[in-house]
């Protein structure tokens, strides 16, 4: 009743169908796989994120080497605490490095930047759960204005 | 007919309308095992209908349809299923399945419900379509087929599963004299080659009295009457008669029903 | 007098459509609310779904390529006014994503694959072919109804996820190819604003549920139509005008409980 012509035209559809959806969300979205060895997790306390979101880059001198995992709120301390999804190749990131959060362009999307700090032989490297305490946070436009208005203002 | 034991199919008191539409008022007629019985009756008068509810596709207002003692339309789905593995419907138009080919068509019910092999089912399926002559055309689609052997392959499909009685639903409708000889003559051999007991519905009058047993008329709701075919040629009913010979007026009028001719002409527009 | 007939049709018509509605369910369930039947059941939908999905593949593609390339062209226009036509990726990708796609995929999908279900039920209620399957004991619902369906409901999501991924790409062509946008910057930032849960995993609810809407109203147009050929030309009309709108309709709830808030 069915001809094999048919049933060939029906697997290619379906595979037409299932290629799409890979295009969709690996090029597309650009969803990675996360194997668990591929990556390592750093945390960081901001007091400002501005714009930043999940899945914004982490960059040395503009490479991406990391993105970002979740962004909660510290229930103590109310700060903005941010997870990094670091790459495990790079991995040589000592404690004293600091992030801070940029944006590309004037009014470009946010992304973190990471400044690899000093090194000597007592400083130990970031592993997998450790905390950056140097943060720098999102310079918000509405403040830099006030600043510079109140600066402005007394120098008169 | 008038003993019980003898009839497969048997109405009882029954009446059927369609909104506020009577077809039925109260008919009741009994179809004899392994005979054929003829239905006859002016066109529109619900003929089809009657099969459909012999068949269980519409449910009476009033009355009883008993098939082999059972009654039709007290059955639940599945019971109401087995019933009709015993039963099969030739439809006007031959109803074929349009998207596979006679072949695949006759064995269709075979396949669904049988659970017969393949390789028997195709000995079957050949037989089937020898005994209507069409066994040359079994890789044909429905639609290559003459209308006088869309019916035969159709009515090699309604004898596939060897039911025990066929609906013929105006098998000679439309049909050049030669395929409507072919009909006749199939439907007369079925009957009495295999013991089947047939209901022809048709306004044919010369084909049905020619292979009937018995045969009834149907007109104006009811019965008008029945009997073998010698009984109704000799019946003096002016209403059978004029059906019988095909006169244009008489009890079943030429004129749709319409207020006085004369006094409608001189009116004026309103 | 005038008044009492209004609202006694306007009472006939709620009837109508609340007896309409019941059919339809009844439909749907008595196809649907069986054991699947593996052996018998597959070849039907296989034969449905190359009816159905890859019959539609053509149409959908075709536009698919020219709707992305459009896109890209008058977005761009746009883009370039303010210096920002980089973002001409996620302004593609998230049209077709979150709408164009599964929207205009059904649309498509109504007046090519629903008016021919339609067309080819009413035929076969028409030519007692339907009948002629009860009377053979077998249920047309799961017999005809229920492979149809579960093909519509798998073929209209791919033909969407088809449509879109090309849609993206005739983007590209234009953007990229043709108006010389950066490659690199055209994927990064269209892939940094398109997101797995919001965009993809929604685009494919919207296409699933309009799946169910289209070829149930094709089913149920076709299933229930008046046997003769005013009533077929009538039923496919209805099942383009009918299910059209229905999407539309459905797709402004979906997208406002989506993102509305």
């Known amino acids: 009743m069915l001809t094999r012509k048919i049933e060939v035209l029906v697997g290619l559809f379906l595979l037409s169908g299932l290629a799409a959806f890979l295009i969709l969300v690996f090029n597309v979205a650009n969803v990675e796989v996360k194997t668990g060895d591929n990556s390592y997790t750093l945390h960081a306390k901001f007091d400002n994120i501005g714009g930043l979101k999940v899945r914004s880059p982490v960059k040395v001198g503009g490479v991406v080497v990391g993105r970002v995992s979740a962004i909660e709120l510290d229930p103590e301390r109310l700060v903005p605490v941010v997870s990094l999804s670091m790459d495990k190749q790079y991995k040589y990131f000592p404690e004293t490095s600091s992030l801070s959060i940029l944006t590309s362009g004037l009014l470009g999307e946010q992304f973190l930047g990471l400044s690899p700090g000093f090194m000597d032989d007592d400083i130990e490297m970031l592993v997998d759960g450790d905390s950056i305490d140097d943060t720098h946070s999102a310079l918000v436009l509405e403040e830099l204005i006030g600043q510079f208005l109140y600066s402005a203002g007394t120098k008169d | ?270 | 007098m005038g008044l009492t007939e209004q609202i006694a049709k306007l009472g006939r018509s709620a009837i109508e459509l609340v007896t309409g509605l019941g059919r339809a369910g009844l439909m749907l369930w008595g196809a649907i609310a069986h054991r699947p039947r593996l052996k018998k059941g597959l070849p039907l939908l296989i034969k449905q779904l190359y009816v159905i999905g890859v019959q539609s593949m053509v149409i959908i593609l075709v536009s698919g390529l020219f709707i992305g390339m459009v896109l890209a062209l008058q977005g761009y226009n746009i883009l370039v006014g303010f210096g920002t036509e980089e973002s001409l990726g996620p302004m593609v990708a998230l049209s077709l994503l979150r709408e164009l796609g599964p929207v205009v995929t059904a649309l498509l999908f109504a007046g090519r694959a629903g008016s021919a279900l339609t067309a080819e039920l009413a035929l076969m209620k028409s030519t007692e072919q339907l009948s002629s399957l009860e009377m053979m004991a077998v249920d047309p619902l799961r017999q005809i109804i229920a492979p149809r369906f579960w093909a519509g409901v798998i073929s209209l999501p791919l033909l969407a996820l088809m449509f879109t991924a090309i849609g993206i790409y005739g983007g590209h062509i234009v953007g990229v190819e043709w108006k010389g946008i950066d490659s690199g910057a055209f994927w990064s930032i269209l892939q940094s604003s398109v997101e797995w849960r919001q965009d993809i995993v929604n685009c494919m609810i919207k296409s699933l549920l309009f799946a169910v809407v289209v070829t149930w109203i094709a089913l149920y147009r076709g299933y229930h139509v008046i046997p003769n050929p005013e009533g077929i030309s009538r039923a496919t009309t209805q099942t383009v005008v009918q299910s059209s709108l229905a999407v539309l309709a459905l797709d402004f709830l979906l997208t406002a409980m989506m993102f509305g808030s």
């Open chain 2, 1 to 270: 007919m008038t003993q019980k034991h003898n009839s497969l199919v048997e109405i009882q008191n029954m009446a059927f309308s369609r909104g506020s539409h009577v077809i039925y008022e109260d008919i009741s007629l009994s179809i004899p095992t392994g005979k054929v019985t003829a239905i006859m009756g002016p066109s529109g008068i619900g003929k089809t209908t009657l099969l459909k509810l012999i068949g269980g596709q519409l449910n009476p207002d009033k009355g009883k349809v008993l098939f082999d003692g059972t009654d039709v339309h007290q059955c639940n789905r599945n019971e109401l299923f087995a019933l009709r593995k015993r039963m099969s419907m030739l439809f006007q138009s031959g109803a074929l399945f349009t998207d596979i080919n006679v072949f695949d068509n006759v064995a269709f019910a075979l396949r669904e419900h049988s659970g017969l092999p393949e390789a028997i089912i195709r000995r079957i399926v050949l037989m089937k379509l020898e005994a209507v002559g069409l066994r040359g055309a079994a890789k044909l689609m429905p639609t290559e087929l003459s209308g006088g052997m869309q019916r035969r392959a159709a009515l090699a499909r309604a004898i596939a599963l060897e039911p025990e009685i066929i609906l013929y639903d105006e098998p000679f409708a439309g049909q050049d004299p030669i395929s409507m000889g072919v009909l006749v003559k199939l439907i007369r051999e079925l009957s009495d080659a295999l013991n089947l007991t047939s209901v022809v519905v048709s306004h044919d009058v010369d084909e049905v009295l020619g292979i009937a047993d018995y045969v009834y008329v149907l007109a104006d709701k009811r019965i008008i009457a029945h009997g073998t075919p010698d009984e109704l040629r000799l019946a003096d009913n002016p209403q059978l008669k004029q059906f019988i010979e095909g006169e244009p007026d008489g009890p079943v009028p030429f004129h749709y029903p319409a207020p006085d001719y004369k006094k409608e002409l001189l009116s004026g527009l309103d």
